[in-house]
């Protein structure tokens, strides 16, 4: 009797060091599975699903698949997992009423991959912010700006906001606003305009080029020049479009005005006058 009370506690060591290695191989275990399931998705569903909703599912299911081995961990110690539940409860509706603007970008968060207005690499635009999304989670979304800054959005700004997708379609529109003398010929204009287009081998042929007589200014007959490209050739194009246009007014001889103002002190004074002086011979005494 006294040697099996002198064995009982190293029996009892003996079974809750085993019970500790079985509750700490499933916890590894389930990590490992955990983790050779989201790569499983990623290679399965990456030509399927945007990059977006692939992260959440991934995610989404080793979150899942680790909690359970977690509890069944738990289990294997002897903890009442009842107990634990209970109190998981009652900390999740402090945690809710405590993190109000968490929640509602996390639903603002699902309501965004479910319209999946953008995704992982577009660039868009929020208000002043101008950037490519690099991450899209539940809370929120991550930018890279032109100029190399990080910018985290919440959902719900997000949700509220206007959003321009600058990628969305394989092609954009270049609109530029011109203004030509008025004593130029419109349709000359216009023929020059086409011509510079044409020989841009950036300047897609479909949709064709558009040319609009947008109205009369102050000091010049006002045009709208429209021209497609593709999206990677977009930046490309509007800046050598804009100079091959100067260069063909220039060749063609077409005036593009600047401002003209007229000075009048009052109803009781005449104008100033204005005389012309043509430039004097080059040599010529002044």
């Known amino acids: 009797m006294d040697q099996l009370a002198t064995q009982l506690p190293s029996w009892l060591s003996l079974g809750l060091l085993g019970t500790s290695l079985r509750a700490l191989a499933l916890v590894v275990a389930g990590a490992l599975l955990a983790r050779l399931l989201s790569r499983a998705l990623r ?50 509706v402090a945690i809710g009423f405590a993190s109000q603007t968490s929640a509602s970008n996390l639903v603002s ?29 539940l ?11 990080f910018v985290r959005v919440p ?24 203004g030509v003398a008025y004593k130029e010929d419109v349709e000359q204009v216009r023929d020059v305009l086409m011509d510079v287009a044409d020989r841009n081998p950036l300047s897609l042929e ?14 010049a ?29 220039d060749a063609a001889g077409i005036e593009i005005p600047f ?10 004074t005449e104008p100033f006058p204005i005389r012309l002086v043509p430039a004097a011979p080059e040599g010529s005494a002044t």
């Open 43 to 92: 290679r399965l569903l990456a030509d399927r699903l945007a990059a977006n909703r692939l992260q959440l599912l991934r995610r989404l299911i080793g979150y899942t698949v680790f909690g359970f081995f977690a509890t069944a961990a738990l289990h294997q110690l002897g903890y009442d997992l009842s107990i634990l539940l209970g109190a998981a409860g009652i900390l999740g």
């Open 109 to 137: 968060g699902l309501f965004l991959i479910g319209e999946h207005p953008f995704g992982v690499g577009d660039v868009i635009r929020i208000g002043d912010t101008t950037g490519e999304v690099i991450s899209l989670d």
């Open 139 to 149: 809370l929120s979304a991550k930018l890279r700006t032109f100029d190399n800054l």
């Open 155 to 178: 959902n719900e700004t997000l949700i509220k906001s206007q959003i321009t997708n600058l990628t969305r379609f394989p092609i954009r529109r270049l609109d530029i606003a011109l």
């Open 206 to 219: 479909e949709p064709p080029p558009l040319f609009i007589f947008t109205g009369y200014g102050d000091s």
């Open 221 to 249: 007959l006002t045009l709208q020049f429209s021209v497609w490209a593709a999206r990677e050739n977009f930046l490309a194009l509007r800046n050598s479009v804009q100079h091959e246009i100067k260069e063909a007014f």
């Open 259 to 268: 401002p003209h103002r007229s000075l009048y002190a009052g109803s009781q």
